[in-house]
């Protein structure tokens, strides 16, 4: 299993992040830059609320389909992958095994 990715995504209506994912044994990490200043966001997988891949017009960034993330009490943050096909798909089977364990 890959542990990395590189994407781009957006936390509710905040500015476009690019980056990349991690997948790391507790927590979902997003390490990047919106524009040049830095930022990491870390999401607990016990902390979501659920998941989906994002297909409807307001959910997609760029026009490619999602991963949207969704956690109690925030907003939703979308990520799409930014070279590789297949990425979404791959991060939704990945998050939910480590969600279940």
Same mark, same amino acid.
Request: hydrophobic share 40%; with cysteine.
């Given at each position: ?18 980056? /990349? ?75 939910? /095994?480590?969600?279940?364990?």
């Amino acid at each position: 299993m890959r542990t990395s990715y590189g994407v781009v995504w957006r936390v509710g209506e905040e500015p476009l992040a690019r980056g /990349k994912l991690e997948l790391l044994p507790r927590v979902l990490r997003l390490d990047g830059v919106t524009g040049e200043e830095h930022v990491a966001l870390e999401i607990p997988y016990d902390d979501l609320d659920g998941l989906h891949v994002g297909r409807s017009p307001s959910e997609r960034l760029n026009g490619h389909p999602t991963l949207v993330l969704e956690q109690c009490g925030r907003e939703p943050v979308v990520v799409s992958a930014v070279a590789q096909a297949g990425v979404i798909a791959e991060l939704t089977e990945h998050i939910a /095994k480590l969600t279940l364990d």
